[in-house]
């Protein structure tokens, strides 16, 4: 049997599109092409054009380039004076009504332009050429029919009136595999810029006889990807279209709001939450989700909630350059308040922060008038932990509400660690695409994660228990982190291709950040290196602590506290840091206060972006909500895990050209189990995202049983200073440890309040101030209390292992996950995975 020519595959797919409802039109060049949309115009408008009136016509359609004609076509009402002097008004396409609108299907349209181009199949909408589909035949590549493309915007697509210019969709296929992306018009265009369709599950549709043509090119469905799923970019003046997990994260949305028309008071149900992986373009999805909704007439705000000041900014500047001036970024809580009250401000973007100040307080009265609202609030990355006490601020406040949450790294029931679900506060998940499909897709990159071991026993080491051992000792040891530096020295230019890419260093705490920043800047000095490395970190006082507590999920800089100056060393060095960084950028950045501190943040931010730096070294800042395309290789000598772990390799991933082929991770602690356990965790769709917990009513119960036995023990908060044992002691901390942990619960329901409980939120205050200073002395974690092997170790560096984490990797860790809890057989399991 012969190979299906480039013909015959044309003609079935003409033939398929006609019995979805597209008519066929024989349109041999432009001048049946223009005859033809006088035709469709005057149908779709109910009108007939003079010749001078259609010449009008054209002239409108003749302005400009591809991005200025995008914006003329969904134009609601076009204006000409018609030959009698009235006023004419048209449209080019319905972009409300989505399938009121005309469909043709051509094939073998000759332009003539620089050379002479004949176009595969055309399809049409009220006339204009708005999708072209180039074929290839089965056996060649598909990449041929986009390089053809490449060569008619340059020969052709211009060429007479322009009308190839109108083209908003292109589709390339050699019949078995199938891509689409939207029109680049002048702007340089990769082939990794080209998409797959898939099904909701995001099962590749890659025949286009079978699965493409029927889902995508529907004339409904493409009228709604042209109208509604192509972002006309106002910064770049380019057309971006939205990837299928995009496009069905939004209906999703779309779906749940439409549904839920009256909510009769909040009901979780009625929300629900995205899980799309670390890179896959959230920012984009959720400024679709806003726009659509803010055009909802029920709807009166689109309110999205970042959880830091600096993407406050970010997600302000993304969305600006989608639409100048489609979103309204408050500065501080009372500019807040007055665009909540203002009735012409539709898409808000602010911090949790702002957010929850301005339901609080004396702000309450001035949050009156759009308290019953119908309003939808959409939160970046839900699951933050200081998200909790807001979500029951906002959810107690408004009444007529829906909460929507994009995460990349969902906290399931493996990874709660305590804390509420994201089911738990968002309800269902309503899309999912994690980093299996997106690597599959070459929608990010693949990791490259190599472990390398920084030290070695000699062979007389003490034999001592585990727990005797002073590990801190050793990792935080002057001689690891030189070792660790002169590493770098040697590989960095080989892990960034010569400096082509930029690299992020991450360290387990600030003093980690001081200790390496001050060995990079000695040994530059001393010739060995010429790095750019730049940092930058708080100052506020325990910073250990705020991290431990509020940051626990790897949270970023949260707005600058009044703390600052209270950790005085660490301000000056910091301030000695930016003026190292002045001297290099010949910038003049201060940190001097709240402002100062956040233009040098995003000073650093916009010279990573821009491959300015070498190495941006940090201890929690950056790690979660920065993107930078440049960014190729994490050094990590940090304990990380689940979402902490996926979020900060994740700064790797982003595509940029045929250059950048992965993200490279270089581990210095042996993170090989943490990282298999994350990995697995976000890949697997299963993967239990509710954790069955007791009612509220419940932990009161347990909450007041805990008292009366803390009171048995102290009865005072002064009783405390009585307990002179140890063991005495002890028994405190254990009894108000219990307290502490059952409050942590019981503070994320809605309905908590301390006139519940049998303990004043004051007293339990005073008896935690106890509780830590007591908790301080008797630490056995003391590293003074354990023995030192640093005598015993020497300090030096060796890879142990790497490892590619690409879709064969993890599918080789789901099916070993699922092999040993689901009871099922290999062979079965691994035809669950045969999609990818």
């Not at 109208?227 to 949305?253: F, H, S, W």
């Not at 690597?439 to 005797?468: A, G, M, P, W």
């Amino acid at each position: 049997m012969s190979k299906q020519s480039e013909q015959i595959l044309e003609e079935q797919l003409v033939s398929q599109l006609q019995k979805l409802g597209y008519k066929y039109a024989f349109i041999a060049d432009e001048k049946a092409l223009l005859a033809n949309l006088k035709t469709q115009l005057e149908k779709h408008n109910h009108i007939q054009f003079s010749d001078n009136e259609f010449e009008k016509v054209l002239n409108i359609l003749n302005k400009g380039s591809v991005f200025e004609k995008a914006k003329i076509l969904r134009e609601k009402k076009h204006h000409i004076i018609r030959d009698n002097g009235d006023n004419l008004y048209f449209e080019f396409l319905n972009v409300e009504h989505l399938c009121q609108n005309e469909y043709q299907v051509t094939n073998q349209i000759t332009q003539e332009g620089k050379y002479e181009n004949r176009y595969d199949v055309t399809l049409l909408v009220n006339g204009l050429p708005l999708v072209q589909i180039e074929l290839k035949r089965r056996g060649l590549e598909m990449k041929e029919a986009f390089n053809q493309i490449n060569r008619y915007q340059k020969h052709s697509f211009g060429a007479g009136k322009g009308l190839f210019h109108f083209v908003q969709l292109f589709v390339i296929s050699n019949g078995v595999n199938t891509k689409y992306f939207s029109n680049f018009g002048s702007h340089k265009q990769e082939f990794l810029q080209t998409f797959h369709w898939t099904d909701e599950q995001n099962n590749p549709l890659n025949n286009i006889l079978n699965g493409f043509t029927d889902s995508f090119l529907e004339p409904c469905h493409i009228s709604k990807m042209i109208c509604k799923y192509i972002v006309l970019n106002e910064t770049d003046k380019r057309l971006m279209v939205l990837r299928p997990y995009q496009y069905y994260a939004v209906e999703g949305i779309i779906k749940k709001v439409k549904e839920n028309e009256i909510l009769n008071g909040y009901n979780i149900e009625k929300n629900g939450y995205i899980w799309h992986t670390t890179g896959s373009g959230k920012t984009l999805t959720s400024f679709k989700a806003s726009q659509i909704l803010s055009k909802i007439p029920a709807i009166k705000k689109v309110v999205f909630v970042v959880d830091r000041k600096d993407l406050d900014y970010q997600t302000n500047q993304e969305y600006d350059k989608f639409s100048k001036g489609s979103v309204s970024s408050a500065t501080n809580t009372d500019d807040l308040i007055r665009k909540f009250n203002d009735p012409n401000v539709r898409i808000i973007v602010t911090t949790i922060q702002k957010l929850n100040n301005a339901i609080s307080g004396r702000n309450l009265s001035k949050m009156k008038s759009i308290q019953q609202e119908r309003m939808v609030f959409i939160f970046d990355e839900c699951h933050r932990s200081q998200f909790g006490d807001t979500h029951k601020n906002i959810v107690n406040y408004f009444t007529n509400i829906q909460l929507f949450g994009f995460t990349g790294t969902p906290i399931l029931a493996d990874n709660a660690d305590g804390e509420k679900t994201t089911a738990s506060l968002f309800g269902k998940c309503l899309h999912k695409y994690v980093i299996t499909d997106a690597i599959r897709d070459e929608n990010v990159l693949k990791f490259s994660v190599e472990y390398i071991q920084t030290f070695k026993q000699k062979e007389h080491i003490i034999d001592l228990k585990v727990e005797q051992i002073n590990e801190t000792e050793v990792f935080e040891a002057p001689e690891r982190k030189e070792a660790i530096v002169d590493y770098i020295i040697q590989y960095h230019d080989q892990k960034t291709q010569n400096k082509k890419f930029c690299a992020m260093m991450c360290v387990q705490d600030i003093d980690s950040v001081i200790q390496y920043y001050e060995i990079f800047k000695r040994k530059k000095q001393e010739g060995q290196h010429d790095l750019k490395i730049v940092t930058i970190f708080s100052f506020a006082q325990n910073e250990e602590e705020m991290e431990d507590a509020v940051y626990s999920q790897l949270g970023m800089v949260a707005e600058p506290r009044a703390e600052y100056g209270y950790k005085p060393h660490r301000r000056e060095l910091l301030e000695t840091y930016v003026q190292d960084f002045n001297e290099l950028f010949g910038e003049k950045q201060n940190v001097t206060d709240t402002e100062g501190f956040y233009n040098y943040y995003n000073a650093i931010a916009k010279k990573s972006k821009q491959n300015e730096t070498d190495i941006l070294l940090v201890a929690n800042m950056f790690l979660t909500g920065f993107d930078s395309k440049y960014l190729n290789t994490l050094y990590v000598d940090k304990n990380l895990k689940y979402h902490g772990l996926i979020q900060a390799f994740s700064r790797t991933n982003r595509i940029l050209d045929k250059n950048k082929t992965q993200g490279n991770i270089v581990c210095f602690r042996n993170l090989k189990d943490k990282t298999d356990e994350a990995i697995t965790l976000f890949s697997n769709k299963e993967a239990i995202d509710e954790i069955i917990v007791e009612p509220y009513e419940a932990y009161v119960e347990k909450f007041n049983e805990a008292t009366q036995k803390l009171l048995e023990i102290v009865p005072e908060v002064v009783s405390v200073d009585g307990l002179y044992s140890e063991d005495d002691q002890l028994q405190f901390i254990l009894a108000f440890r219990a307290m502490m942990r059952l409050h942590k619960k019981m503070s994320h329901y809605t309905e908590f309040t301390w006139d519940d409980l049998q303990m004043e939120e004051q007293l339990f205050a005073d008896y935690t101030s106890k509780y830590l200073d007591l908790k301080e002395r008797l630490d056995p974690t003391d590293p003074s209390k354990k023995t030192s092997i640093l005598n015993d170790i020497d300090f030096e560096l060796e890879l142990i292992r790497r490892d590619t984490i690409n879709v064969t990797y993890i599918l080789q860790l789901l099916i070993k996950f699922k092999s040993k809890y689901s009871g099922k057989d290999k062979e079965s399991i691994e035809k669950e995975f045969s999609i990818y």
